[in-house]
């Protein structure tokens, strides 16, 4: 059976003066991937979507890492849903309620391994001139959200 491609596309940015850790950049990574796995179980329980994040592409210059979403099949149950998106405006509402005390509903299930997870998405931006963006793009590679930004 071939994997279905979410439309959305998620790319994690960082972009550096100094040279990254490996262990950083994997531990990002692994922290996206274990950040997205809850979010699917909190969102839709028993019925999680059988979907997994994805390496495409990891491109030259700053490191543009993107990420996209397969999944066996489209559940009916599903429709329009698009994990993908959702989980942006996860990471978007977890970090502005972080940073500025806005709060949504989903905040509240914060953990200590939750804010682990979330510490190590931002830690390659933390060295000196380095930053680190997330944006999720749709149709024909257009920017629709940027989770890390005001």
Same mark, same amino acid.
């Given at each position: 059976?071939?994997?279905?491609?979410?439309?959305?596309?998620?790319?994690?940015?960082?972009?550096?003066?100094?040279?990254?850790?490996?262990?950083?950049?994997?531990?990002?990574?692994?922290?996206?991937?274990?950040?997205?796995?809850?979010?699917?179980?909190?969102?839709?329980?028993?019925?999680?979507?059988?979907?997994?994040?994805?390496?495409?592409?990891?491109?030259?210059?700053?490191?543009?890492?993107?990420?996209?979403?397969?999944?066996?099949?489209?559940?009916?149950?599903? +429709?329009?849903?698009?994990?993908?998106?959702?989980? +942006?405006?996860?990471?978007?509402?977890?970090?502005?309620?972080?940073?500025?005390?806005?709060?949504?509903?989903?905040?509240?299930?914060?953990?200590?391994?939750?804010?682990?997870?979330?510490?190590?998405?931002?830690?390659? +931006?933390?060295?000196?001139?380095?930053?680190?963006?997330?944006?999720?793009?749709?149709?024909?590679?257009?920017?629709?959200?940027?989770?890390?930004?005001?």
């Amino acid at each position: 059976m071939k994997n279905i491609e979410n439309e959305f596309k998620f790319e994690y940015i960082i972009d550096y003066d100094k040279p990254i850790i490996v262990s950083e950049f994997t531990n990002a990574l692994n922290a996206i991937s274990n950040q997205y796995e809850k979010f699917l179980i909190d969102k839709y329980g028993s019925e999680r979507p059988s979907a997994e994040l994805y390496v495409q592409e990891i491109k030259k210059g700053s490191i543009v890492t993107t990420l996209v979403e397969y999944s066996a099949i489209i559940l009916p149950f599903i +429709g329009d849903v698009n994990t993908v998106f959702e989980f +942006g405006n996860y990471i978007k509402s977890t970090y502005d309620y972080l940073l500025n005390g806005k709060k949504d509903s989903d905040e509240e299930k914060l953990d200590i391994k939750d804010l682990n997870n979330l510490l190590k998405v931002i830690e390659p +931006g933390t060295h000196t001139n380095n930053n680190v963006y997330i944006q999720i793009k749709g149709k024909n590679n257009n920017i629709v959200l940027n989770p890390l930004s005001a």
